[in-house]
């Protein structure tokens, strides 16, 4: 039965319960599973094991007319809801950011999970950066205010905000536009947008590339991961302004804290991001051998890393 919830004039609905098994991936399941043997108690572990929290999928519709989804998992009322973005053109099956809502959610803290929609209804998968995005900065940063006001809607009065990649850098430009002071944002591998795909290339050094001529009102230029984004000139500006001195400038905004948690060994930093990051206002924890998606043995420091900071 479907039953639905009111926010403000926003309809959602809550689907279901448990995601089913053959969704969850094993060895995430297993590592999660070791990071709890190796804490005191064998018995509130095999508790936690037991009482996992049941995951509904939540819709909302969008201004623009779209169904945008989220997972949500209610958890502690005590603790902090935490609302966790997927990086550039990826959903919240991505690993990074699967890892962190289940292992959120696995400590009891309330974990929604957003797809942003991109211009595309009840969107599951990502997206090539070969194909024609319509979608821009504008209207995700308009998503996460929609989820936002979902969860304040549920009785979760304090949020933070705890993005992958670029996703950290749209929670920043969301905190920012929507003036939201106090609003913490965990950022997890932050980067803006300038491409990186040619990393150590001449078009990270400085240097300025020519202007992509546009062919049909549509341009395929350099952005973030993606060699040739393909979007209406001003669809492509709107994420490209987001670069690394805007990013940086978002970091100041009063009275927010940010948390910033960087690999040691992520190649696609910009030069001194750490202390750049630092002068900016963040408060930066680097995590050694850990590379942009913090994947392998480093997982687990970056999980105990989130965690710390939401504690504050």
Known sequence: MEAKILSNSVKAVTRGSRLPDKFRMLPQRLLRMARRLAKPSLLAACLALSHAPQAAIVEIQTPAGMTATAEYRPGDVGKPAALVLH????????GTTKILADALADEGY????PNLTLGISHRKRSLDCEALHLHDMEGDIREIQLWVQWLRKRGHPRIVGIGHSFGATQLLAWRQGARARGFAIV???LIGSDPFILENKPSRSGKAAPPPKPVNGLIQAPLSFCEAFTAPRDRHASYAQWNESRTLAALGFAGAQTDVILGSEDKY???DWNTRLARAGARVKVIWGANHFMDGPQEFDMLDAVIDALKR
Request: without cysteine; aromatic residues 12%; hydrophobic residues 40%.
């Open 87 to 94: 990086s550039f053109l990826q959903t919240r099956e991505f």
């Open 110 to 113: 309330t974990v929604l999970s």
């Open 187 to 189: 950022g997890i591998s």
């Open 269 to 271: 930093l910009p030069k």
